[in-house]
């Protein structure tokens, strides 16, 4: 089992910036590949970004592509996801994602892949 707790969501201005931590216990991010996901209102669950277990390889959505960046650093069991240039259509809930892998360099992007998730941490981006 693995527990994830987000934190890190808040109010911004678009253009902005907001870094989101996933601190991952009951099982370390080295056997875990970690990924984030988001729901806006009234809309289906989205993917947003993926990193494998050994961190060596990254997969983002088109739409965040090249604004967000996600990191893991497994001496903390904790992931990142680093959110710049910030637009309103980014605002939704955040949800970290893991899922337990054999396979140290592979991501996944599926929300059904994932195992574990965390509560959602509220990102809001007013323009």
């Known amino acids: 089992q693995a527990q994830l707790v987000e934190s890190g969501g808040g109010s911004v201005q678009a253009g902005g910036s907001l870094r989101l931590s996933c601190a991952v216990s009951?099982?370390?991010?080295?056997?875990?590949?970690m990924g984030w996901f988001r729901q806006a209102p009234g809309k289906d669950r989205q993917f947003v970004a993926a990193?494998?277990?050994?961190?060596?390889?990254?997969y983002y959505a088109d739409s965040v592509k090249g604004r967000f960046t996600v990191s893991s650093v497994n001496t903390s069991d904790t992931v990142f996801l680093q959110m710049d240039s910030l637009k309103p259509g980014d605002t939704a809930v955040y949800y970290c994602?893991?899922?337990?892998?054999?396979?140290?360099?592979?991501?996944?992007?599926?929300?059904?892949?994932?195992?574990?998730w965390g509560q959602g941490t509220q990102v809001t981006v007013s323009s």
């Open positions: 994602a893991a899922v337990h892998t054999s396979y140290p360099s592979r991501y996944y992007y599926r929300d059904y892949d994932f195992d574990f």
């Open positions: 009951g099982r370390t991010t080295g056997s875990l590949s």
């Open positions: 990193i494998s277990q050994n961190s060596f390889f990254t």
